[in-house]
């Protein structure tokens, strides 16, 4: 079945500094992948939407200049957590989709616990 | 709007039959994930329906009806790992997947 690896899976960094967070699939080409941040007790929020070879697609409210996507290529996406506040520490998670199937074509990472103090 | 509707919270007993509902509204619509979250881990994927009617898969069932807007996903011989989140989320007409907060399920011995 397909795999995402996502990593690390815990981070805790001081305010004003900067996350990277690696979003891979293993198995298969993912055209697309999506970004996702869930606070406690709450849905899964949609961050933005990251095609390979193009600007990333935000969700609004969604600050892009903070929270940097780049996904050159068709088994990577990361994102970046840029001058870090302890209003970013949540829980994000990484999904890939799987072009060519659509029942079983969604599998998310392991996610990452940010924390910023 | 879009909205997804799911109760917040559940219990039932440790070897019982539970099942937990979803009404969703949707611009556009390519199915329905029924996906099962422990705390603080990733979701994962339980079930998909496309179609209208009962799709058996081991001890979890999920049914869809588009025209009622309308899914169910049956959880059979409870167990207490069982215990999580579960969240119903359908794909619109963009193949985005619509998250409500999910159903907290509770399983007690």
């Known amino acids: 079945g397909a795999v995402v690896s996502q990593h690390p899976s815990r981070v805790i960094c001081k305010s004003g500094t900067s996350v990277k967070i690696e979003c891979r699939s293993l198995d298969f080409q993912a055209t697309t992948m999506f970004w996702y941040r869930q606070f406690p007790k709450q849905s899964l929020m949609l961050m933005a939407t990251?095609?390979?070879?193009?600007?990333?697609?935000?969700e609004q409210g969604v600050e892009k200049d903070k929270f940097l996507i780049n996904h050159a290529s068709l088994t990577l996406s990361t994102l970046t957590v840029t001058s870090a506040h302890p209003e970013d520490s949540s829980f994000y998670i990484c999904s890939a989709r799987r072009p060519d199937r659509v029942g079983d074509g969604y599998t998310f990472g392991s996610g990452t616990r940010l924390t910023v103090v | 709007g879009q909205n997804i509707d799911q109760p917040t919270e559940m219990t039932a007993t440790e070897g019982a039959i539970v099942q937990i509902n979803c009404t969703y509204q949707t611009s556009g619509f390519n199915g329905l994930f029924w996906y099962q979250q422990h705390a603080g881990e990733a979701p994962t994927f339980l079930s998909y329906?496309?179609l209208d009617g009962l799709e058996e898969k081991g001890r979890f069932s999920s049914f869809l009806s588009r025209s009622k807007g309308y899914s169910y996903l049956l959880l059979k011989e409870l167990q207490m790992k069982d215990s999580a989140s579960y969240l119903c989320?359908?794909?619109?007409?963009?193949?985005?997947?619509?998250w409500g907060a999910g159903t907290k399920l509770i399983i007690k011995p």
């Open positions: 329906n496309v």
């Open positions: 989320a359908p794909l619109d007409s963009n193949y985005q997947l619509i």
């Open positions: 990251s095609n390979e070879g193009s600007k990333a697609t935000y």
